[in-house]
């Protein structure tokens, strides 16, 4: 057998890296009917991964993302309801483990700091544009005022 | 209007404590606190590691207090964790209640031998699902549970002699009779 060129074997390696990080990935589930499969991919995908954290249930290879999926999948099987297994993980992990935290007191902040944010910029942003626009107003009338040489000084404003 | 000037000064401000803050924390970020202490442990029943016919169950452990802790003998930190659970259990103070979590029983037994073994009792999890329900996310973490079956404390990353006279003993009622043990 002819062996590969260098260039290529070289390129296969190339390849063969690139697709190495999903070679672990995830074996899919599969629930008895369309609806479970639906809800099961929904709850995982809103879980947090304790152990990286950054990642969704449905996205991590580690041995304590696949037990919590499978005990979402026997709770589903038993019959709980969405809300159900939402309580089960929050009441024994914190809201640390939904990735969409709700809106209770302890997140208000997090759910309203970027609209305050936004509003206090806007605000704040406009008063300035309006006070800037009434000093060049202000500027144009001066222009023909005896004594006024025309020559920009600063400071004067205020 | 001079005052005027220090409003970005203060906005500077406020934004650069909150980051200070976060960079503070930001060590302790792995430590996600429990929301089970100070309620009820989870009631269970499983094998015993040692022998599968016998069980461990929570209803064995009310009226007393004791140490749950969660280990491994895949894990690193429980190995190094496991002459301060000797000490403690030495102490007589308050048992250790084993939940060997995700191993192989011969590997558990082994190492115990060789080891040492600081547990009353040892609980076998190879599955998994009892480590979640006391809201596991890691080994070793160790809980301590009063006699009425409340969480008390809960604690994560190897106990070490310092943790255990600063965050434990305080917690336990015969403390004082054998302080700085």
Known sequence: MRRLPPLRTALLTALALLVAPFAHAIAPTRMPTPALQARYERLIHGFRCMQCQDESLANSPVSLAADMRRQIRQMLMAGRTDQQIRHFFVSRYGYFILFKPPFVLKTAWLWLAPGVLLVTGTVSAGWVIRRRAALAAADDNDEDVPGDDGVARPGNHN | ?181
Not at chain 2, 16 to 33: C, H, S
Not at chain 2, 85 to 113: C, E, N
Not at chain 2, 120 to 136: H, M, S, Y
């Open chain 2, 1 to 181: 209007m001079k005052g005027r000037y220090l409003i970005p000064l203060g906005v500077f401000a406020v934004i650069a404590t909150m980051l200070a803050l976060g960079i503070e924390q930001a060590p302790r970020k792995d430590l996600v606190p429990s929301p089970l202490i100070g309620k009820a442990a989870p009631i269970f029943s499983l094998p015993s590691l040692a022998n599968p016919r016998k069980l461990v169950t929570s209803a064995q452990l009310r009226g007393h207090w004791y140490l749950f802790n969660v280990w491994g003998t895949w894990c690193i930190s429980c190995r190094m964790e496991e002459p301060e659970l000797l000490a403690i259990a030495r102490t007589g103070l308050v048992p250790l209640i084993g939940l060997d979590w995700k191993d192989t029983r011969s590997d558990a037994i082994t190492y115990l031998h060789r080891a040492g073994d600081p547990y009353r009792k040892i609980a076998f999890d190879p599955g998994g699902l009892e480590a979640i329900q006391w809201g596991v996310y890691g080994a070793p973490e160790t809980f301590l549970v009063n006699p009425q079956g409340i969480i008390v404390y809960k604690y994560i990353g190897p106990i070490t002699p310092g943790a255990w006279t600063r965050d434990f003993l305080p917690r336990l009622p015969a403390a004082h009779a054998v302080a700085g043990s």
